[in-house]
């Protein structure tokens, strides 16, 4: 059973930074992607950023030049550095991880619990 589980969320003014963390915890899988999306009150959950096995990063417009995406292989873990935050980034961030069983090649999608950002003007 393959879990993730999200820190790292909370309250911050206009211009702060925040560092979110997912971690999967469990045994005998082999993580691919990994990334992050959010979903504001009244909108459609969107894609954040996502970071490959290799290393491979994307994101959305809004938020190049100012979130980083990042993982520890080691660790199973991936981090989302967001900085210059402004309370359009106000949201429920969830971490995603593509996962495959070990010596099985199908691809899953887990989410995590989520976790709340809020940016005060």
């Known amino acids: 059973q393959v879990q993730l589980v999200e820190s790292g969320g909370g309250l911050v003014q206009a211009g702060g930074s925040l560092r979110l963390s997912c971690a999967a915890s469990?045994?005998?899988?082999?993580?691919?992607?990994m990334g992050w999306y959010r979903q504001a009150p009244g909108k459609q959950r969107e894609m954040v950023a996502r970071?490959?096995?290799?290393?491979?990063?994307n994101y959305v417009d809004s938020v190049k030049g100012r979130f980083t995406v990042s993982r520890d292989n080691a660790k199973n873990t991936v981090y989302l550095q967001m900085n210059s935050l402004n309370p359009e980034d106000t949201a429920v961030y969830y971490c995603n991880a593509v996962i495959s069983p070990s010596g099985v090649s199908i691809n899953y999608m887990y989410w995590g619990q989520g976790t709340q950002v809020t940016v005060s003007s």
């Open positions: 469990g045994s005998g899988f082999s993580i691919n992607a």
């Open positions: 970071i490959s096995s290799g290393g491979s990063t």
